[in-house]
Each structure stands twice: as structure tokens, then as C-alpha cells.
């Protein structure tokens, strides 16, 4: 059974760091894209970042260029995201999911989620 566990979200004040981290366990991920997405109270789901199975390539939401980073290292079954310079609007429930093949932002397009970290943004 494919599983995504993610885990270091938290209450952190603003302009604080977060790493958030995703482990996949149940099948071999090394040719799954893997992304974050966000929702936030009374708001849509929205892409965040997504990174290739090689890691090679990433994507941000223009919201979070420059302030977050995805990494993979070794291109195996962890995703991280390293959040710094937090603001109060990245208050949210952080998704990892996962989709065979090529990178993409889309959420109806990612086949395994997890259950979600909750981080939130103190000003």
C-alpha cells in the first residue's frame, strides 16, 4: 500500500524556517515527480513546488520563489522543503503527493497524497 507521511510542520513567528519532510514508502518512487501543495482555511488546494524524479528539475508558485526550496536527495523516496522567511499567508495544511512521470503543478493530476502537516505563521 503506498504511503506518504509528512511531517515538520508547526507554529513558527515571521520570517522563521521551517523544513518540512515527505517519505513514500510502499512501491519505488525513483520515477515519481513529488510536489507540496497548500491549503489554507476557506481556500482553495494550491501548488507550492514539485520536483523531478532525477531532482534535476523543480517548480515554484510564483508566492514562494526564492523563499522555498524542494530538494530530493539521491533522487529516492524523501522530498523535503526548506521554508524560509515565512509570512503569516503561508498559514496552512502542507500536502506531499506524488505522480509517475514527468513534473507537473496540477493537483487533479498527482495520484497519492498524504494526510497533511499543519504550519502556521504567527505575525
Known amino acids: 500500500q503506498v504511503q506518504l507521511v509528512e511531517s515538520g510542520g508547526g507554529l513558527v513567528q515571521a520570517g522563521g524556517s521551517l523544513r518540512l519532510s515527505c517519505v513514500a514508502s510502499g512501491r519505488a518512487f525513483s520515477r515519481y515527480t513529488m510536489g507540496w501543495f497548500r491549503q489554507a482555511p476557506g481556500k482553495e488546494r494550491e501548488f507550492v513546488a514539485s520536483i523531478s524524479w532525477s531532482g534535476g528539475s523543480t517548480y515554484y508558485a510564483d508566492s514562494v520563489k526564492g523563499r522555498f526550496t524542494i530538494s530530493r536527495p539521491d533522487a529516492k523516496n524523501t522530498v523535503y522543503m526548506q521554508m524560509n522567511s515565512l509570512k503569516p499567508e503561508d498559514t496552512a495544511v502542507y500536502y506531499c503527493?506524488?505522480?509517475?512521470?514527468?513534473?507537473?503543478?496540477?493537483?487533479?493530476?498527482?495520484?497519492?497524497w498524504g494526510q497533511g502537516t499543519q504550519v502556521t505563521v504567527s505575525s
Open positions: 503527493a506524488a505522480v509517475y512521470g514527468t513534473v507537473r503543478v496540477a493537483d487533479w493530476e498527482y495520484n497519492y
